[in-house]
């Protein structure tokens, strides 16, 4: 039988129990829909989520100089609105540290984060003396000249060996940028007065010895480009467009005539297009500068002409 004491407690442990699901209910919903009591403005407010990933992974991650307990790649939930400091360690690495922006009820994402190696893997892959190298981005590889025999080395990507490929003429002064054909098989090494002319594979199509220089007479020259047959060479002059075989008998062919000194350029040798600068007085009296685009294609039909009667001239002597 219940004594009324006990009615009493159990009424009052009831009520309680209510009292206290009431009260802490708004506090639940507000964990459960991503709030949090933000006791410098004293009131609940919506979080935000950090999402970090890093590579190499497991990351120790830092927020505010407080260490947060999982490692990358982790999701930061409840964080108040508001800029954190990130800090990303990880041993054997540089840390990684920057500003991230939260918003309510957003999330914002770092996963982008590369730590990078105190000690660098390293590797030397010359085995001759070098002066200079240039790379070959579409096939991925790299070149250098040894100054020593004019050779010029592709070393296999462990620096074991390496391959000398071509022999190249000197320049003076030395060549300001060097740039393989589009068939892989030749290489344009120049200065601001002299193109020099080397191949990288036996099975070039040029009908002259190689290597050999030409002595440009248009002075200087700005850059230089292949044509896609891998025999026309276009030339950015200080004051002109120029075209010409890549042939030590070769004289250059002046297209245009710029307004604009030491003209920026680029050539697409997927269309054989060229895009450049010039400078052109408007209406106003006023010098502007405009984007100008050049079709070599269809233009250098006489050149490829040319190209076939020295084949058949070729063609002949051999059979003579």
């Known amino acids: 039988m219940i004594t009324r004491n006990e009615q009493r407690i159990r009424a009052f442990l009831f009520y309680s129990s209510v009292a206290i699901f009431i009260t802490g209910l708004p506090l639940i919903l507000s964990f459960a829909l991503g709030y949090k009591f933000d006791r410098r403005a004293f009131k609940f407010t919506r979080t935000g989520l950090l999402v970090l990933k890093t590579q190499p992974q497991g990351a120790n991650i830092f927020l505010n100089e407080t260490l947060f307990p999982a490692k990358t ?75 020593d025999d004019g050779g010029i080395y592709k070393p296999d990507s462990e620096g074991r060996r390496s391959e000398r490929v071509a022999e190249s003429v000197p320049l003076d002064p030395p060549a300001d940028k060097w740039k393989i054909s589009p068939d892989r098989e030749i290489v344009l090494y120049f200065n601001s007065r002299k193109i020099g002319i080397t191949n990288i594979s036996q099975q070039h199509k040029l009908f002259c010895r190689l290597p050999f220089v030409i002595d440009y007479p248009y002075k200087p020259i700005i850059d230089a ?96």
């Open 225 to 320: 480009y292949w044509h896609s047959d891998s025999y026309h060479l276009i030339i950015i002059g200080l004051r002109n467009i120029a075209v010409m075989e890549a042939d030590s008998r070769s004289e250059p062919v002046i297209l245009l005539s710029l307004a604009k000194k030491n003209t920026p350029s680029f050539y697409d040798t997927r269309t054989d297009t060229l895009y450049f600068l010039d400078t052109q007085r408007a209406e106003d009296g006023n010098l502007y500068d405009n984007l100008y685009k050049l079709d070599l294609n269809a233009k250098l039909s006489p050149f490829q002409e040319l190209m076939r009667l020295r084949q058949s001239d070729e063609k002949r002597e051999r059979e003579d």
């Open 73 to 147: 790649p982790a999701t930061v939930t409840e964080l108040l609105p508001g800029n954190y400091t990130v800090r990303l360690e990880l041993e054997g690495h540089y840390p990684w540290i920057n500003q991230a922006g939260i918003s309510a009820g957003k999330v914002t994402f770092l996963e982008k984060i590369i730590l990078f190696p105190l000690r660098p893997d390293i590797k030397q892959i010359n085995s001759e003396t070098l002066s200079t190298f240039w790379a070959d981005e579409e096939r991925g590889a790299i070149y250098y000249v040894n100054p």
